[in-house]
Protein backbone atom coordinates (compact mmCIF):
# COMPACT_ATOMS: atom_id res chain seq x y z
CA UNK A 1 0.00 0.00 0.00
CA UNK A 2 3.20 2.40 1.01
CA UNK A 3 6.14 2.54 -1.00
CA UNK A 4 9.60 2.33 1.00
CA UNK A 5 9.96 6.03 1.13
CA UNK A 6 6.59 6.41 1.92
CA UNK A 7 6.31 4.04 4.62
CA UNK A 8 9.67 5.80 6.19
CA UNK A 9 8.03 8.73 5.78
CA UNK A 10 5.43 7.84 8.24
CA UNK A 11 7.45 6.09 10.82
CA UNK A 12 9.30 9.17 11.14
CA UNK A 13 6.11 10.89 11.85
CA UNK A 14 4.56 8.61 14.06
CA UNK A 15 8.38 9.15 16.04
CA UNK A 16 8.17 12.83 16.06
CA UNK A 17 4.54 12.60 17.55
CA UNK A 18 5.36 9.96 20.29
CA UNK A 19 8.45 11.92 21.33
CA UNK A 20 7.19 15.40 21.07
CA UNK A 21 3.51 14.06 23.10
CA UNK A 22 4.92 10.96 24.99
CA UNK A 23 3.59 7.60 24.04
CA UNK A 24 0.91 7.98 27.00
CA UNK A 25 -0.63 11.13 26.01
CA UNK A 26 -1.34 10.01 22.21
CA UNK A 27 -5.03 9.08 21.62
CA UNK A 28 -6.27 6.18 19.44
CA UNK A 29 -8.03 9.03 17.04
CA UNK A 30 -4.06 10.63 17.10
CA UNK A 31 -2.35 7.67 15.81
CA UNK A 32 -5.89 7.34 12.86
CA UNK A 33 -5.75 10.83 11.78
CA UNK A 34 -1.92 10.34 11.37
CA UNK A 35 -1.35 7.19 9.75
CA UNK A 36 -4.97 8.03 7.29
CA UNK A 37 -3.15 11.29 6.04
CA UNK A 38 -0.18 8.92 5.31
CA UNK A 39 -2.38 6.91 3.66
CA UNK A 40 -4.67 8.77 1.56
CA UNK A 41 -1.81 10.98 0.42
CA UNK A 42 0.43 7.50 -1.10
CA UNK A 43 0.56 7.32 -4.73
CA UNK A 44 -1.41 4.18 -4.32
CA UNK A 45 -4.54 5.65 -2.92
CA UNK A 46 -4.36 9.81 -3.45
CA UNK A 47 -6.59 9.34 -6.64
CA UNK A 48 -9.21 7.34 -5.00
CA UNK A 49 -12.88 8.62 -4.06
CA UNK A 50 -14.44 7.96 -1.16
CA UNK A 51 -16.08 4.67 -2.11
CA UNK A 52 -12.82 2.85 -3.02
CA UNK A 53 -10.74 4.15 -0.43
CA UNK A 54 -13.48 2.70 2.21
CA UNK A 55 -13.34 -0.26 0.40
CA UNK A 56 -9.70 -0.66 0.75
CA UNK A 57 -9.41 0.18 4.22
CA UNK A 58 -12.42 -1.50 5.19
CA UNK A 59 -14.54 1.70 7.17
CA UNK A 60 -17.47 3.40 5.73
CA UNK A 61 -17.61 6.02 3.60
CA UNK A 62 -18.80 8.01 6.54
CA UNK A 63 -15.99 7.42 7.79
CA UNK A 64 -13.82 8.38 4.91
CA UNK A 65 -15.23 12.03 4.49
CA UNK A 66 -14.64 12.21 8.70
CA UNK A 67 -11.15 11.01 8.25
CA UNK A 68 -10.25 13.22 4.96
CA UNK A 69 -11.44 16.88 6.66
CA UNK A 70 -9.83 16.19 10.19
CA UNK A 71 -6.70 14.85 8.92
CA UNK A 72 -6.64 17.43 6.80
CA UNK A 73 -7.12 20.25 9.34
CA UNK A 74 -4.40 18.92 11.56
CA UNK A 75 -1.41 17.94 9.45
CA UNK A 76 -2.02 19.87 6.25
CA UNK A 77 -4.79 22.52 5.98
CA UNK A 78 -5.93 23.14 2.48
CA UNK A 79 -5.09 26.35 0.57
CA UNK A 80 -8.34 27.62 0.09
CA UNK A 81 -7.58 29.74 -2.66
CA UNK A 82 -6.14 26.64 -4.46
CA UNK A 83 -8.80 24.43 -3.73
CA UNK A 84 -11.73 27.53 -4.87
CA UNK A 85 -9.32 27.63 -9.02
CA UNK A 86 -9.79 24.13 -8.95
CA UNK A 87 -13.20 23.98 -8.70
CA UNK A 88 -13.67 27.21 -10.41
CA UNK A 89 -11.42 25.55 -13.09
CA UNK A 90 -13.72 22.24 -12.67
CA UNK A 91 -16.70 24.18 -13.69
CA UNK A 92 -15.47 25.93 -16.88
CA UNK A 93 -14.89 22.86 -17.67
CA UNK A 94 -18.37 21.37 -17.55
CA UNK A 95 -19.30 24.74 -19.65
CA UNK A 96 -17.03 23.79 -22.37
CA UNK A 97 -19.14 20.57 -22.80
CA UNK A 98 -20.55 20.03 -25.97
CA UNK A 99 -24.16 19.42 -24.09
CA UNK A 100 -24.00 22.11 -21.82
CA UNK A 101 -26.95 24.45 -22.51
CA UNK A 102 -26.12 26.93 -20.63
CA UNK A 103 -27.05 28.21 -16.93
CA UNK A 104 -26.84 26.50 -13.56
CA UNK A 105 -23.80 24.16 -13.72
CA UNK A 106 -23.74 21.00 -11.56
CA UNK A 107 -20.24 19.11 -10.15
CA UNK A 108 -19.75 16.32 -7.82
CA UNK A 109 -18.03 17.91 -4.25
CA UNK A 110 -16.99 13.94 -2.98
CA UNK A 111 -13.96 15.75 -0.61
CA UNK A 112 -15.34 17.35 2.12
CA UNK A 113 -12.14 19.20 2.00
CA UNK A 114 -13.01 20.62 -1.09
CA UNK A 115 -16.50 21.50 0.01
CA UNK A 116 -15.38 23.46 3.53
CA UNK A 117 -13.36 25.83 1.63
CA UNK A 118 -15.78 26.18 -1.34
CA UNK A 119 -18.67 26.88 1.45
CA UNK A 120 -16.34 29.13 3.39
CA UNK A 121 -16.02 31.05 0.30
CA UNK A 122 -19.50 31.36 -0.26
CA UNK A 123 -19.51 32.64 3.36
CA UNK A 124 -17.59 35.38 2.44
CA UNK A 125 -19.94 36.61 -0.62
CA UNK A 126 -22.85 36.48 1.70
CA UNK A 127 -24.31 34.40 -0.74
CA UNK A 128 -26.28 30.86 -0.53
CA UNK A 129 -25.81 27.82 -3.00
CA UNK A 130 -27.87 24.69 -3.52
CA UNK A 131 -26.68 21.18 -3.66
CA UNK A 132 -28.27 18.07 -4.73
CA UNK A 133 -30.42 15.43 -2.09
CA UNK A 134 -26.85 14.14 -1.01
CA UNK A 135 -25.27 17.38 -0.69
CA UNK A 136 -22.25 16.14 -2.98
CA UNK A 137 -23.73 17.46 -6.06
CA UNK A 138 -23.40 21.37 -6.22
CA UNK A 139 -25.75 23.36 -8.54
CA UNK A 140 -24.70 27.30 -9.36
CA UNK A 141 -24.74 29.75 -11.95
CA UNK A 142 -21.52 31.64 -13.41
CA UNK A 143 -22.51 34.65 -12.33
CA UNK A 144 -22.52 33.87 -8.85
CA UNK A 145 -19.78 31.68 -9.24
CA UNK A 146 -17.80 35.14 -10.42
CA UNK A 147 -19.64 37.12 -7.58
CA UNK A 148 -18.04 34.41 -5.11
CA UNK A 149 -14.65 34.66 -6.54
CA UNK A 150 -14.56 38.35 -6.37
CA UNK A 151 -15.49 37.85 -2.74
CA UNK A 152 -12.35 36.01 -1.89
CA UNK A 153 -9.59 38.46 -3.52
CA UNK A 154 -8.31 41.64 -2.28
CA UNK A 155 -10.02 44.70 -3.49
CA UNK A 156 -12.37 42.99 -4.98
CA UNK A 157 -13.98 46.14 -6.41
CA UNK A 158 -10.53 47.12 -7.96
CA UNK A 159 -10.39 44.11 -9.58
CA UNK A 160 -13.10 44.27 -10.77
CA UNK A 161 -13.02 47.14 -12.81
CA UNK A 162 -9.98 45.47 -14.29
CA UNK A 163 -11.90 42.34 -15.55
CA UNK A 164 -14.93 44.94 -17.15
CA UNK A 165 -12.20 46.90 -19.32
CA UNK A 166 -11.04 43.71 -20.20
CA UNK A 167 -14.20 41.98 -20.94
CA UNK A 168 -16.23 45.15 -22.73
CA UNK A 169 -13.98 46.84 -25.19
CA UNK A 170 -16.70 49.69 -25.81
CA UNK A 171 -15.99 52.36 -23.43
CA UNK A 172 -19.91 53.61 -22.49
CA UNK A 173 -20.91 50.10 -21.67
CA UNK A 174 -17.72 50.12 -19.60
CA UNK A 175 -19.00 53.16 -17.86
CA UNK A 176 -22.75 51.69 -17.43
CA UNK A 177 -21.57 48.65 -15.83
CA UNK A 178 -19.28 50.66 -13.46
CA UNK A 179 -22.08 53.51 -13.05
CA UNK A 180 -21.22 54.85 -9.24
CA UNK A 181 -24.35 55.44 -8.15
CA UNK A 182 -24.99 51.07 -8.73
CA UNK A 183 -24.04 48.76 -5.66
CA UNK A 184 -21.00 46.09 -6.37
CA UNK A 185 -24.14 43.48 -6.83
CA UNK A 186 -25.72 45.44 -9.08
CA UNK A 187 -22.90 45.88 -11.10
CA UNK A 188 -22.04 42.16 -11.44
CA UNK A 189 -25.60 41.75 -12.66
CA UNK A 190 -25.11 44.23 -15.06
CA UNK A 191 -22.08 42.81 -16.31
CA UNK A 192 -24.22 39.63 -16.45
CA UNK A 193 -26.33 41.06 -18.95
CA UNK A 194 -23.43 42.29 -20.81
CA UNK A 195 -21.98 38.98 -21.32
CA UNK A 196 -24.50 36.93 -20.96
CA UNK A 197 -23.50 33.93 -23.84
CA UNK A 198 -22.00 30.90 -22.15
CA UNK A 199 -18.46 32.29 -23.77
CA UNK A 200 -18.86 35.53 -22.37
CA UNK A 201 -19.69 33.96 -18.86
CA UNK A 202 -16.40 31.10 -19.43
CA UNK A 203 -14.55 34.15 -20.15
CA UNK A 204 -15.26 36.24 -16.97
CA UNK A 205 -14.69 32.78 -14.61
CA UNK A 206 -11.31 32.21 -16.19
CA UNK A 207 -10.66 36.22 -15.81
CA UNK A 208 -11.77 35.85 -12.30
CA UNK A 209 -10.20 32.71 -11.72
CA UNK A 210 -6.61 33.92 -12.95
CA UNK A 211 -7.28 36.53 -9.47
CA UNK A 212 -6.95 33.26 -6.97
Known amino acids: MLTDKEATSLGLAL ?3 ISERGLGAISKKDY ?3 VFHHLANSQALQ ?3 NYALANTL ?3 ETKIKSLRLESSIRHMPANHKAVLGSIVQRIIDEM ?3 DFTGGVVSITLENPIDRREFEHAVKMAKHSVE ?3 NREILKIDALALFEIILANVEQPEARFK ?3 QACIKTKAKQQDVLDKSLTFRQKINK ?3 ELSSNEGAVSLLAAAAGLL
Do not use: N, R
Request: charged share 25%.
Open 32 to 34: ELL
Open 47 to 49: ASG
Open 15 to 17: DAL
Open 131 to 133: YGI
Open 162 to 164: EIV
Open 191 to 193: LGE
Open 58 to 60: KVT
Open 96 to 98: HKP
